[in-house]
Structures are given as structure tokens and as C-alpha cells.
């Protein structure tokens, strides 16, 4: 279809601003990061750029780099796997067996935090898990022996504070593909003879599978580069991973090239994540 | 599963995702600085946060930013929004596409590649910063929640305008706009947020001193507790709630009764 002119200037006013300011604040930010990231050094101080690999090098050579990455990954294979886990019967409920105003009052519910505050609710648990703190009172009070439950600045303080920030994700998305889901393709396998275990895994997951993976991508992407959670719930000892490597040498080593190299390293493997499960993605869309 | 277990786990769900945020609020009442029980009521805290200067000077700097980034976010994502909707032209898929960046890759990369980029332009940190990096964040969002609106308008009803000689300017502001209306206020309540809660972006390109407020509340958290802190979350995320509750009473997002 060709376009007239008017058209053509109508599509380039209407859309270019949008567009030049993405450009200015995110693609040419990106570009010049990955410019960095092959510098030997920061040029702030006005010495010629030299370029080196040695940044991409660090990061096959050390252990350190490498092992924190794959802490990070594996760090967002268990928070993404407990919050599909728990997610998918959330969503089910909801989905299925709730009617009317009532569904959409505890849907607004689920995913109401999800719009708050992600500082702020890491914090609300940072209360609760301290040692003598809240939870382990209220635990101590509800059962006859002593509890000793300290979990802030841990792996486990981590993971839980990561779940809550991320599993309204996964309800939400695995909620829209399951409520396009016909019901009566159940009772017929139900009519049919068919077992709770064959329907949910020949009927209910195929279908639900796009909604259910656009979640899970949802989840691991940010929990891979996630900083804030290890940070407050982590603490010093547990609270170590990829995404907070990366913020050291942006803000106390200030090795800016070092911590762009890293960071586009993380970024390819957020692409790859991406590119893996676009076919599925796409699904989803539709 | 039957039908009472179900909404148990559901109820689990619900106690798992608000309980942290009630003793939050809970605690931000408790005379005692330490969490100390039992329970004593005490408006101390709150009394506090009003007389400290800097938090209400970085309260201040976080609404003008996101009233900032909501206008611009808005009025830039509407006018692409209508542009992507009403025409078909070749590259359409590839702009649509290039959306997709400022919402998948993590915030601590692109908040670090905007610190190197700014800085070495020249922009560095501070406000302007800050509402430059926010509004790129924000304008995606405004778009898929403008499209979606969109898509429920019959492109009918501007041709009929057109036809009977409404020029393109004034089909868009008689016909196209009101109709979208909605989407739009949606739009620009979802960029406040985006804006109002960014703390990763924000650490980065806020200048110390001159902070907004999750920036400010984290640095606080990383020196030591205090209560004052409890106080100012417990009014942000009752902020939030309340703005995402308008959100949902304008712009139906959980699909059909």
C-alpha cells in the first residue's frame, strides 16, 4: 500500500517523539555502554581511548565472575520454578472457581502490590525476619516449643523477599491464558473418563502453556539482575550475586568499563532467555 | 482440587503477599523503635517525619519528577500510539519491537548504560537526568496501554468524520480522543508510578544530597532502621495502592466478569 505524503508526515510527527527520546535515553545510552565495555579505562580524564578485551578476559579468567553469574542463574531458576509452583494454582482458583465481583476484587488484590513500592516491600520483609523479630515472636506464640528462626541475611531471606516481589507476575499471566480456556474441552475429557492427573496434563497445561512461560520469563529476567533484594535481605555474607558485582563497580570501585562488560555479559544471557522462549512468547500474545 | 481448598491456598496467597506490608504499617504506630512487644499505640513516628526536611524535600523532588514524567510519557505515547494504530507502513513491526528493550532488560543495566551515557555527554546527574531516563521507562508502558484501548475503537468512525471533511487534526480531537480517553488517563497514572517507584534507575542518576525519596529511604535502610522509615513506606505504599486502585476503576485489566 503506498502512503501519501500527508500521511507520511503525519506517521514521522506522531511518532518520532516518542521514538528520538528512546533513542536518546535508552538505545544510545545501551550503545555507549557497549562502547565502555572494550575500553581499557574510563577517558574521564581526557587521555585518548584505549581499546582492550581485557574486561571480557576478567570475566573468563576469574572464577569469581563466572561463579557469581551462574549463582545468579541458578538464583532465578529456584525463585521463578516456586512462583510457577505456586503461582499456577493461584491463577487456577481464581481462573475457574470464583465468580463474579468476588473474582474481580481478589484479582485486584493479587496484583495490587505488584504497583507498590519494590523498595518499600523488601523493607516490610527485612522487619519480619530479623531474628527476634515478628515472625519468630508470632511463631514462638502459635507453637509449644521454641522456635529459633533468624533468617534475615540469608540465601533463604533472599528467595522469599524475590517471590513476593514477583509471583503477582506469574498470576497475572498464567490467569489470562487459563480464563480462554474453554471449559466445556474439560468435561468433555472429564464425560470421556478421563483422570484429574491426564486432564490437567494432556488438556490444562498444553493450553495454559504460553501464559505460564511469559510469567516464568517475566520472573527470571529481573530476578537474574536483581540487586535490591540480596542487598537488604542478603546482607553482606548471603547477599553477594552477578546484579550487585555490577553495582560495586559503578558505585564504590568505579571501574565503570569493568561493570559494563559485566553487564552486557548479563545481558546476553537475558537475550538468550528472551530468544529461547519467543515462539512460546508469541503464543502468548495472540 | 475442590472448591473450600482452593480459596484456602488463595487466603495463604493473599496472608503471604500483605502480611510483610500490615506489620510494616503495624509497626510504623509501635512506640518502641525496636519492634518491641507488646504493641504500644504511639503517633511518634509520624510526628517525626513531619518535622524532617529532607525527606520531605526528596517527597517533594519524586512527585514533581513522576507529575514530570507522566505528562511527557503521555503525551509523547498517545501521539505514537494513534500513529501505530491508524497507519500501516513499512518498518511498523520493527518500531513496535524496539518497545520491548525499556520494559525486558533488567532496570540495573539500563540504569548503569544512562549513567555512562549521560555522563559522558554532559548531562549527568540530577533532576534532569532523572526525568529524561524516567520518561524512556515510562513511554512504552503508555503505549501498550493506549493500543490496547485503541483496539476496541472502529476505525469506522473516523473515516465517517473524515468523510464528512473533518481534516486529520480534527478527527483526532473530536472522535479519537474521547473515545480512548480512558486509556490515556490509565496511561499516564501507570508512568506516575513507573516514575514514583523507580529506585534502581533513580540510584543511579540521583546526585547524593539531592535524592528522591526510595533513593533516600534505601540509603537510610543501609545506614540502620529507624522507625521514621516504617512511617514514610507505610504513606508511599498507601500512595501507590490508592493510584493503581484509580487505575483499575478506569481501565479494566482483569479481562471480563
Redesign the interface.
Known sequence: ?A?AR???V??A???S???L??T???????S??LY?SFLSSAP?DGSAPVFSLEHYQAFLDRPLYRGLLWKSIQLGLVVTVICVL?GF??A???AK??R??W??A?????I??F???????V??????L?GN??LE?GLDAVLPFDVSLNLMFSYPAVVIGLV?SY??YVILTT??SL?ALDDSLIEAARSLGARWGTILWRIILPLAAPGIIAGAVLVF??V?????EP??LGGRAAGTFY?TV??DQ??AVFN?PL??AL?FI??AV?LAC?ALTAPMLRKAQT | MSVIAGRVFLGAVLVFLYLPIAVMALMSFNASPFYALPFEFSTTWYTRLAGNAEMQAAAARSLIIASATALIATALGTAAAIALWRFEFPGKRVLQLLLFPPIAIPWLITGTAMLIFFFSVGIGRGTPALILGHVALAIPYVIVVVAARLRTFDPVLEEAARSLGAGAWTVTRRITLPWIAPGIVAGALFAFAVSFDQFVVSYFLATPGDTTLPVLIYTAIRKGFTPEINAVSTLIILASMLLMFLVSRVFRFGGER
Open positions: 500500500m502512503l500527508r500521511d507520511i503525519q506517521i510527527g506522531l511518532i517523539p516518542a521514538y527520546w528512546l536518546a535515553a535508552v538505545f544510545l545510552p545501551l555507549a555502554m565502555f574521564f505456586v494454582p493461584c487456577w482458583v481464581l472457581m470464583i463474579g465481583r473474582r474481580e481478589l484479582f485486584l488484590l493479587v495490587l502490590p504497583w507498590t513500592n519494590s523498595l518499600v516491600r523493607f516490610s520483609w527485612a522487619i519480619l530479623r523479630g515478628i515472636r513476593h509471583l503477582p490467569y489470562l480464563q529476567v529481573p537474574v539482575g536483581s540487586v535490591l542487598r537488604i546484579g555490577i553495582e559503578f558505585t565503570w561493570g559494563a553487564s548479563l545481558l537475558v528472551l
